[in-house]
């Protein structure tokens, strides 16, 4: 009677350590997702950065020294004229109380353009639409 009784004992106690285990992720789910962005590459001129990230839904701009070290700024005022031929966009970098107004000129064909910074300087770009994580 009483190896019936821890028979039933160890059965049950089996049974509730399967059914009460669930998977449990020691991570949170990824709300990583691709978005789309204005690229400029192959940036010349002086203080020339290595590669500008404009994003075009959400107002972040990269602005990469070297392949691997950058720096993100907030953006404003984005504004989007491109056309079927050509990037035609417009917006304001935010560095700490400054504000940086850039105009991005570029045929879509070539993706050869120019970058002009405050209506001073003018950088000569190569300009692609990519799709990046945010």
Same mark, same amino acid.
């Given at each position: 009677?009483?190896?019936?009784?821890?028979?039933?004992?160890?059965? =049950? %106690?089996? +049974? *509730? %350590?399967?059914?009460?285990?669930?998977?449990?992720?020691?991570? !949170?789910?990824?709300?990583?997702? *691709? &978005?789309?962005?204005?690229?400029? &590459?192959?940036?010349?001129?002086?203080n020339a %950065? /290595?590669?500008?990230?404009?994003?075009? !839904?959400?107002?972040?701009?990269?602005?990469?020294?070297?392949?691997?070290?950058?720096e993100s700024?907030?953006?404003?005022?984005?504004?989007? $004229? $491109?056309?079927? &031929?050509? /990037? !035609? +966009?417009?917006?304001?970098? *935010?560095?700490?109380?400054?504000?940086?107004?850039?105009?991005?000129?570029?045929?879509?064909?070539?993706?050869?353009?120019? *970058?002009?910074?405050?209506?001073?300087?003018? =950088?000569? +770009?190569?300009? $692609?639409?990519?799709?990046?994580?945010?």
């Amino acid at each position: 009677m009483m190896k019936n009784i821890i028979k039933y004992i160890a059965v =049950f %106690a089996i +049974v *509730l %350590a399967f059914t009460s285990c669930d998977e449990e992720s020691n991570f !949170e789910e990824s709300t990583t997702t *691709l &978005t789309q962005v204005y690229t400029l &590459t192959d940036i010349t001129g002086n203080n020339a %950065a /290595f590669k500008i990230n404009i994003y075009k !839904e959400v107002s972040v701009i990269v602005e990469y020294s070297t392949e691997v070290n950058l720096e993100s700024y907030t953006s404003s005022g984005f504004t989007d $004229s $491109s056309t079927e &031929t050509n /990037f !035609e +966009v417009e917006v304001n970098k *935010l560095d700490n109380e400054a504000t940086v107004n850039y105009v991005l000129s570029a045929d879509k064909t070539t993706g050869e353009g120019t *970058l002009t910074v405050d209506g001073t300087t003018v =950088f000569n +770009v190569k300009v $692609s639409e990519e799709e990046v994580y945010n």
